[in-house]
């Protein structure tokens, strides 16, 4: 049978008629970042006939109106790893928050941890044998897929059709919506002079050879930049963006020396503008794969001098780094820190690297602290950290006792910070600095 996109999206229904199959009481998946399908999302909201329907899913972009005051009691939003959008939800308990690292994911759906009855997608339109393709974000959207009884997606010509495990089957779906509209949009954001110094001590870090994963924002984007006179880097990473193709089309980015899919970028989601997803679309140097594989520790580590850079929103002078929380308020996810810190620190030649700004809120409050905040939540540990980048410099903690790693932390430390830093962890752990 040869499958004609032009035939087939004449059974398309409406949004309303498609996110009626749904159930009360059901436990639906929702398709995250650039491929979250807003139309569907909303349709949904806009149901008053169910009640009890909890709906998991990661970061989403274009606003979540199943997470309105209006939708309580009938519509219960479950961030893995949550956005602006449900963040307010979260914080007035009227949405859930689970911790959990992205690798475990499709595990917990295919195991049925979590029972999953629909799949929510956004798909490119199926080519002449009937496959269609997750797209932009495959992650744990492939686990979902496989897990949940009905298929409900929103079928966007715009949407990129990506290669490996991104292909399903369009027989699968129960019901869709044909649109033709633009993807959710993430540009760059400006560089700032402090975000810039981040960059350049980071790109000094990384050898020829390197394998990189980072994440999206101003600290990665200013690392890629300055790294066009690299020679044959990798990219094993679990999210891909605009500033990536720059580097790939310089020629620095060859994937030669990687061990798990050498020769190809490996990713389990990307976002960014239409310049990310012209690059993926039917691109073979750049392989999707579910956030177990791409997260697994075990093919991380088998990549050569894995730079693995990654956020924090505080770090104290032990070397916890808290990234999902400001005290008790949560504002993102565990997400793929810890994998990617453990599998950059067992790769050969590894740098797992915490890249901060040192202070927030104009420079008045500092991001290296002498305890966390009550509530913070711990993301990654004192026992996995090893690099920490500040503008001030850059320390590598490994090997290092409470006290080393204090004094370490606070020459990395806003100058202003540094003396009411040494006092306070003087009272908390007694030690001797110099007598402040």
Not at 293 to 298: G, H, K, L, M, Y
Not at 317 to 334: E, F, K, N, P
């Amino acid at each position: 049978m040869k499958y004609v996109w032009s035939e087939l999206k004449q059974r398309s229904m409406s949004a309303d008629d498609v996110v009626r199959l749904v159930p009360s009481g059901g436990r639906a998946f929702l398709h995250g970042g650039a491929a979250t399908p807003t139309v569907l999302v909303d349709a949904l909201a806009r149901r008053t006939d169910v009640e009890g329907v909890r709906v998991y899913h990661v970061h989403t972009e274009g606003g979540l109106a199943i997470a309105d005051p209006s939708c309580e009691g009938r519509i219960r939003s479950v961030s893995l790893f949550t956005g602006a959008a449900a963040r307010p939800a979260i914080a007035e308990g009227r949405a859930d928050f689970m911790p959990v690292f992205l690798s475990d994911i499709p595990h917990f759906f295919r195991s049925r941890r979590i029972p999953l009855d629909v799949a929510i997608l956004q798909l490119s339109p199926p080519d002449e044998h009937g496959w269609c393709t997750l797209g932009s974000s495959v992650d744990v959207a492939l686990a979902a897929f496989e897990s949940a009884a009905i298929i409900l997606a929103e079928i966007n010509e715009q949407m990129p059709r990506t290669r490996g495990e991104s292909f399903v089957p369009f027989s699968r779906i129960s019901a869709f919506i044909a649109t033709d509209r633009p993807m959710h949009m993430h540009p760059p954001e400006p560089e700032s002079p402090i975000e810039g110094r981040i960059g350049e001590i980071i790109a000094d870090l990384v050898e020829d050879g390197s394998t990189l994963q980072m994440g999206i924002g101003a600290i990665p984007d200013a690392v890629l930049t300055r790294l066009h006179h690299k020679r044959d880097l990798g990219i094993h990473t679990e999210m891909f963006s605009d500033r990536l193709i720059p580097l790939v089309e310089a020629g620095a980015v060859t994937n030669k020396h990687k061990a798990v899919f050498p020769g190809r970028i490996l990713t389990a989601f990307c976002v960014g503008t239409r310049r990310t997803f012209d690059f993926v679309h039917d691109n073979p140097f750049v392989t999707f794969a579910g956030s177990d594989r791409t997260n697994d520790t075990a093919s991380i580590r088998k990549n050569p001098k894995v730079v693995a850079i990654n956020s924090a929103i505080e770090i104290d002078l032990t070397g916890q780094v808290c990234a999902d929380s400001m005290g008790h308020r949560i504002y993102s996810g565990i997400g793929g820190q810890m994998d990617f810190i453990r599998g950059a620190a067992l790769s050969p030649g590894g740098k797992p690297i915490i890249a901060l700004p040192a202070t927030a809120k104009g420079g008045t409050i500092s991001r290296i602290t002498a305890e966390l905040k009550p509530g913070a939540g711990v993301v990654t540990t004192r026992g996995h950290v090893h690099w920490v980048v500040t503008e001030y410099g850059a320390v590598n903690l490994q090997g290092m006792t409470l006290r080393e790693r204090a004094e370490a932390l606070i020459s990395i430390a806003h100058p202003d910070f540094r003396a009411e830093l040494r006092r306070s962890v003087a009272a908390i752990r007694h030690f001797d600095f110099g007598g402040l």
